[in-house]
């Protein structure tokens, strides 16, 4: 069975500190895993995803995550957050083989001035 | 490349009514996946449709229902409106004919029951 655990519902940084967003993942087949954002009343934007090439993943806005398939996991971290990031965040496994779209409860991040 | 487009986005309706919600893919793709997100169940999954075809279906009551033309253009209807049932509801396409892959979603409709 494939499930998707987002280790924290509210996360809370300062502006110009690191953020760390947490995904565990669970999939008996080798899965695709993304990270989503979503702004207030808007729909969901693709930061970044693994498909089993790299296992350090660039995506936009300068976050990135990394695969680690012995810790199932698929953390997303920025450097340096900016106001601009604060929204809710969203770890995604789709399973191409059983056409499933698992979504993870969601993060939201608070960016401090 | 025109984005997902979804119509309307603002609804207000009445206890007992039906609505019906609009969904344009992007050009060229044929899987279209419908989501309910509320504050308090979060993100989730009505079904999806692929070439007109059902191919997923998540665990919500008969009311709620859709289909799928032969554009790729997707609608959804809920019936017999509840309470419960204001939410936003997005849609979401993804290109390519083996499962589905990355998905590109539209801005939503939300819908306020009365």
């Known amino acids: 069975a494939q499930s998707v655990t987002q280790l924290d519902s509210h996360v809370s940084v300062s502006e110009g500190t690191p953020v760390l967003l947490r995904c565990n993942y669970s999939?008996?087949?080798?899965?695709?895993l993304f990270w989503y954002v979503q702004h207030p009343n808007k729909g969901l934007q693709l930061l970044l995803k693994y498909t089993s090439a790299a296992t350090l993943v660039k995506g936009i806005n300068g976050f990135e995550a990394e695969f680690k398939k012995s810790e199932t996991s698929f953390h997303l971290t920025k450097p340096s957050a900016h106001m601009s990031d604060a929204a809710e965040y969203f770890c995604v496994v789709i399973h191409t083989g059983g056409f499933k779209t698992i979504f993870g409860a969601g993060t939201r991040l608070f960016v401090k001035a | 490349k025109a984005g997902v487009t979804q119509t309307p986005r603002y609804l207000i309706k009445t206890r007992g009514q039906q609505v019906t919600l609009s969904c344009s893919p992007i050009?060229?793709?044929?899987?279209v996946s419908w989501y309910q997100q509320t504050p308090g169940q979060g993100l989730q999954f009505l079904f999806e449709y692929f070439s007109e075809t059902q191919r997923n279906k998540g665990n919500f009551p008969g009311r709620f229902s859709g289909r799928q033309f032969s554009n790729s253009r997707s609608e959804m209807n809920v019936s017999t409106l509840e309470l419960g049932d204001s939410a936003l509801y997005l849609c979401?396409?993804?290109?390519?004919?083996?499962?589905?892959?990355?998905?590109?979603f539209g801005e939503g409709s939300r819908l306020t029951v009365l």
């Open positions: 050009s060229g793709h044929r899987s």
């Open positions: 979401a396409s993804s290109g390519g004919t083996g499962g589905t892959g990355e998905l590109f």
């Open positions: 999939s008996s087949y080798s899965p695709s």
